[in-house]
């Protein structure tokens, strides 16, 4: 009995301790972030609207990517490689793309170093503007792409601007990029689709072999797909068909 009349006592001390020196938590820290001048008057709006641009920007980068590099070509390739052999997920999106990725950097590094020297350098030096240091930037990118794209399809959005043009503009200096960049990728995706062609012939041919053999041997129940894909991947281990594949690929930048 006297051992549970002190621990009450005991409970009780504690108790009104607490709530005579109440536990304080540290106050949260204030955090302010601010666009423009600290008075919040001179230049703000020109921050924002640099912001907004520069997050505008960062979201169509990925379009840029494709659409004026070698990346839409190197990809739709990969892509008719992976369909052609008929193995669903293998190699998987990540690894395909990953390889289109390094491909492009690899074939793009001398256009990205003009890039960089004429352009970007200097623009971090303070010695060019933001608007010149965009065209500087643009001359080496529309350089590479007019040597990709077909006479005919630039032509085709020249003349549909108001332009009568017979032959290609003998430089690209006068071309601006909202013709350059359509035309270059419809050339590349034509490109693209030629050589999935001929990367599809031989494997249906070993698809044709395969399904007349079974049809032959009676062999209605057996899907032609898992006695063909064996030796569609043997052919293509045996010509080493990564290597031309990417070798095609190098070859026809080669201009």
């Known amino acids: 009995m006297n051992k549970k009349l002190i621990l009450s006592i005991l409970l009780l001390g504690m108790f009104s301790v607490l709530l005579v020196h109440p536990i304080h938590a540290d106050p949260i820290p204030n955090i302010n972030i601010q666009v423009g001048d600290s008075d919040g008057t001179a230049g703000g709006g020109t921050s924002s609207i640099s912001i907004l641009l520069l997050v505008t920007v960062l979201s169509v980068a990925p379009a840029f990517l494709v659409l004026m590099t070698s990346f839409t070509r190197i990809v739709i390739v990969l892509g008719f490689v992976r369909t052609s052999l008929g193995t669903q997920q293998m190699p998987p999106n990540q690894v395909l793309v990953g390889l289109a990725l390094f491909l492009t950097l690899f074939i793009m590094s001398p256009t990205l170093s003009q890039v960089n020297e004429q352009a970007l ?3 971090m030096k303070g010695t060019l503007t933001q608007s010149e240091a965009l065209a500087k930037a643009a001359d ?8 990709q794209t077909n006479t005919k399809d630039l032509l085709l959005f020249m003349n549909y601007t108001g332009g009568n043009a017979t032959v290609k503009p003998a430089t690209y200096s006068d071309i601006p990029l909202t013709v350059m960049v359509p035309a270059f990728a419809i050339g590349e995706m ?3 689709f030629m050589m999935g062609f001929m990367i599809f012939i031989p494997f249906l041919i070993i698809d044709i072999v395969v399904s ?8 209605m129940m057996l899907p032609p797909v898992m006695i063909s894909l064996p030796f569609k991947i043997m052919l293509f281990v045996l010509v080493d068909g990564w290597y031309l594949v990417v070798q095609s690929l190098l070859l026809s930048f080669n201009t």
Do not use: V
């Not at 007349?212 to 062999?219: C, E, F, I, K, Q």
């Open 121 to 123: 350098q200097p623009y």
């Open 140 to 147: 080496p990118m529309k350089e590479f792409m007019f040597k």
């Open 190 to 192: 034509k490109k693209a």
């Open 212 to 219: 007349s053999t079974l049809m032959a041997m009676g062999m």
